[in-house]
């Protein structure tokens, strides 16, 4: 019987190391956009180390994609992204789910300050530069063009900076970029604002709360608290009275002037539940587009069209909209 012990001991014991269970820190992606303000809010306020009782560690990349090759390389536990960049590492096998809206719409269509708009048929022949292949950007504007009957030749960028210094240098004519990007582009003179995302596709998609499946599994119950911090960071963003609070933490993290800090939220529409249906059309909408594209692909190659309903985990968002009302209180919200 102590042999059968001592050596069932080191079998349990490696079980357990196994799991991110004991996990010291939870590690999130970002990017540097106000789509992301909650998870900014959420390390400014200390929420996460007096709720999760874990700190949380950032890191920051330019887009989507490249955000997912890391998050599917397991870099991360959770990331802020745009619902189209993480269909494509869905597809080959990766175990991720969408468990949070972050936002919807937000991005708007740019132009040098001297391109005239008169109709959509203004665009033909121009070069609109946005985010990589992939992107909700990319997508919704390939989408968009290809609806339309435009041709437009799309070029792509790592980035809002090396999208900026395009725009300044006149090598293209109109750029696609989420907020607060359009502001800053007016403030410093290299474009002016022509069409928001909104009006190419109302209540489009766009940021979401991202978790690796491995993480949910092995640590279910920290994982509903983070939504719930998700979903009572986003509607204190959103209160009137928390706008400068606010504005000072967007200064910070995406070191942006006040006067363009003041805007938020722009046309960023901040929601949070993913059982929504008009958003889950929009997702399966996505989901259609990047299949067309060619962007979905399994380990083969072989192309894939995803289901919206099999990429969300709307039980966990259930789960903490449970506990919401005692973390408010914990936080003294309430």
Known sequence: MKRLLIIILPILLLGCVGERGAIEEIRVSHQPGWHHVALFLIIEKG????????????TSFPSGPSQMEAFAAKQHDIAYVGSAPPLSIISRGFDAKIVAIANVEGSSLVSIPEFEFKSIESLNGKRIITFPPGSVQWTILSSWLKEKGIKAEIVTAAGTA??????KSKSVDLAFVPDPAPYVMVQDGSAKIVMHSREMFQTHPCCVVLMNGDFVKNNRELAVK?????????????KDENHEEIVK?????????KSVADKFPGTTNLKTDPRDETWLR?????????????VTRDADGKAVRLEAKNIVDSELYSEALKIVPQIKKQLGLE
């Open 47 to 58: 929420w996460d180390e007096k709720v999760l009782g874990k700190k949380i560690v950032t």
């Open 162 to 167: 090396e999208i900026r210094e395009a725009l």
């Open 226 to 238: 983070f939504v719930a911090l998700h979903i009572i960071a986003s509607e204190y963003a959103l």
């Open 249 to 257: 933490i967007l200064e910070k993290w995406l070191k942006i002037e």
């Open 282 to 294: 929009g997702l399966q909408m996505l989901c259609d587009s990047q299949f067309e594209l060619g």
